[in-house]
């Protein structure tokens, strides 16, 4: 800040309150030396009362997310250390991501759906047999007899950004409608791998949409020992810590 110089200098001369300002000069020590002594943040005392009875919106501030159950929610340590891993995995993929666009690894083709075609990617992400769940119909299952894909590395690679948002918003909405499965959380980690940041505003909210019904889920599981818990707490850890959505934490 020393090095910048002012566009217009004024003299510190002192400046009297006893006269009106006679020069333009005069008038900006004034102006300053006023600026100096007025505190930096002003807050307006104002009595709101008369205006309680008169309100006719309540709004409530809450983030949807269901509170753990005792013994439910997982330790600081155990989240800071899922944090970390995922983001050195990010690291590594943006590595990978890096070394295919400049030649040095060798491209698989992957014959992957359009980003718009949901059945030809809830086919890919699940296979055949869970077609019904998602309420699909009419469909020809002799056409539809595919083999479910995980999301492997040549995979993930081959998707750009607005297919990750698009596969993102999609998975949610399958687990909104059909509930959650192992497959599932693989996928939901993998695109959250490739999700980049900052955030656009339609990812941020798949996300919040995803703590939710992971939350929701949590919250009406029959024991700490079950099979989904890890993962669905792993999923609200990433969204509130990695994704900085810190109103979703697990305190």
Known sequence: MDSIQPAFYVSDEDVTNDKLPTTGLEYLRRVRKEASTCPDIVVADLDVSPFHCKQTVKVI?????QPAPMGYAPSLRWQQVQVAEFSHLRQKLLQFRISKDKGKITKRREELPDAADEFGWYQLCFGHNQLHLAGFKDIDMETSLRQP???LLSVMLALDQPTVDELLY?????FRESGFSHPQGQWLYALLACLEKPLNPESCHSLRILARLCS??????DTPSHPHLAALNLLLCLVARYFDQGDMLDE
Not at 61 to 65: A, L, Q, V, Y
Not at 170 to 174: D, K, L, P, S, T
């Open 170 to 174: 999609n998975h949610i909405n399958w």
């Open 149 to 151: 894909t995980n999301p």
């Open 216 to 221: 929701s889920l949590r919250a009406t599981l």
């Open 61 to 65: 501030s809450t983030n949807g997310c």
